[in-house]
């Protein structure tokens, strides 16, 4: 899941661009989302590419497998 780094939860993030790329019209290759969290205002952005099955996750989000402190 995606976090605020600053308030390390996920519960004030939202996503403010979402996008979906396709190759020869059917593939998705790379999803790519822009978050902003409305508790502090921090911008980050998180690419996924499935042909070489990368996550990047860069601002001021990150990408964790732990559970939420707040749940
Ligand atoms: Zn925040």
Redesign the pocket.
């Known amino acids: 899941m995606i976090t ?1 780094t ?2 390390e ?1 996920a519960q ?2 939202q996503i403010t661009q979402s996008r979906v790329y396709f190759e020869d019209g059917e593939m998705i290759n790379e999803i790519s989302e822009t978050y902003e ?1 409305t ?4 911008t980050g952005k998180y690419v996924y590419d499935e042909d070489s099955d990368e996550e990047t996750v860069t601002g ?1 989000v990150e990408h964790t497998t732990e559970r939420p402190k707040y749940a």
Do not use: H, W
């Open positions: 605020c600053n308030c939860t004030f993030l969290c508790l502090c205002g921090a001021e």
